[in-house]
């Protein structure tokens, strides 16, 4: 296992003893960890994540993990069984995006169990629920939140407004905000970033499966990352065995895509955030290959 990880950036506290949560001042941090795991891509993606996650947890002291899941199911989509394997493999909740209606057996899932979410951004009476909050490890209470956003992507309703609204709701419950922003456009995604920043522990950016070097901490204590990145196969076209892509190009004609095989990767970032008011202190990237 090779492990590549980026310098983290610091404000103001952390990373400098987990145990005792003491700032650079002295005064006693209630920090947290989450970490959030790029989008998972068909049974060598769950593998991967099975294989990898309880020492992530463990060396990162990790309170909260939250993985996008949308590829989960054969690399299209998510079921109620590829759903169960990654909550038995120690995610907490699952986030979604515009491939979450691929597999429909997932409608009637959805509907029941709110640690799987889709983006809180489709029409009105869409089954499931965009947001949920939860307990972390250590009792803190974590509102999770999937949006989608629009460019190049279906019209849903406006990701802004939307998120807005729903983010001023849940700060009354907790300061600690993760949102997925599940979108194509690297615009629209930093935008969305900045607009959050102050009001979201983090924006994570998912859906297009290549980790950005952006990562950061926004002046208003949002940490920040254009995409997290892809959890599969490590030599693929995001995910995809790569001569059907490159065969779909040359020829332009439709055909069945089979998620590739052979080594994998993890990809996410670990956010550590001050419990009291929500700002984030830390962000720090993660590609990890397996086996
Ligand atoms: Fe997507």
Not at 170 to 182: A, Q, S
Not at 254 to 259: C, L, S
Request: aromatic fraction near 6%; charged fraction near 20%.
């Amino acid at each position: 296992m090779t492990d590549c990880v980026s310098d983290a950036l610091y404000r103001d506290t952390v990373f400098l003893d987990p145990d005792l949560n003491l700032s650079r001042s002295g005064h006693v941090c209630f920090s947290m960890k989450v970490l959030f795991i790029g989008d998972i891509v068909g049974k060598i993606g769950r593998q991967t994540v099975r294989a990898l996650l309880p020492n992530l947890v463990s060396r990162y002291k990790i309170g909260l993990v939250i993985a996008n899941g949308e590829n989960a199911a054969a690399g299209f989509g998510i079921t109620e069984k590829t759903a169960v394997e990654l909550f038995g493999s120690g995610i907490h909740v699952i986030t979604t995006g515009n491939h979450v209606w691929d597999k429909k057996e997932v409608l009637p899932y959805i509907a029941k169990e709110n640690r799987l979410l889709r983006p809180l951004n489709f029409p009105t009476g869409t089954p499931g629920t965009g947001s949920i909050v939860c307990a972390a490890t250590g009792g803190e209470r974590v509102a999770v939140v999937n949006i989608s956003g629009r460019v190049f992507m279906n019209t849903l309703d406006c990701p802004f407004r939307t998120g807005r609204e729903e983010i001023d709701r849940l700060r009354k419950e907790t300061g600690v905000i993760i949102v997925d922003f599940h979108a194509e456009a690297t615009s629209e995604k930093r935008a969305f970033g900045y607009y959050m920043d102050g009001l979201a522990s983090a924006v994570i950016g998912t859906h297009t499966h290549v980790q950005t070097a952006d990562e950061t901490i926004l002046d208003g204590g949002t940490a920040y990352i254009t995409d997290a990145g892809m959890t599969g196969p490590a030599t693929s076209v995001i995910g995809i065995e790569k001569d059907q892509i490159i065969e779909r190009f040359l020829t332009l004609m439709p055909r069945k895509y089979d998620v590739a095989e052979g080594k994998a990767m993890l990809s996410g970032v670990v956010v550590e955030i001050n419990a009291e008011n929500g700002r984030a202190t830390g962000i720090q990237r993660l590609q990890i290959t397996y086996p």
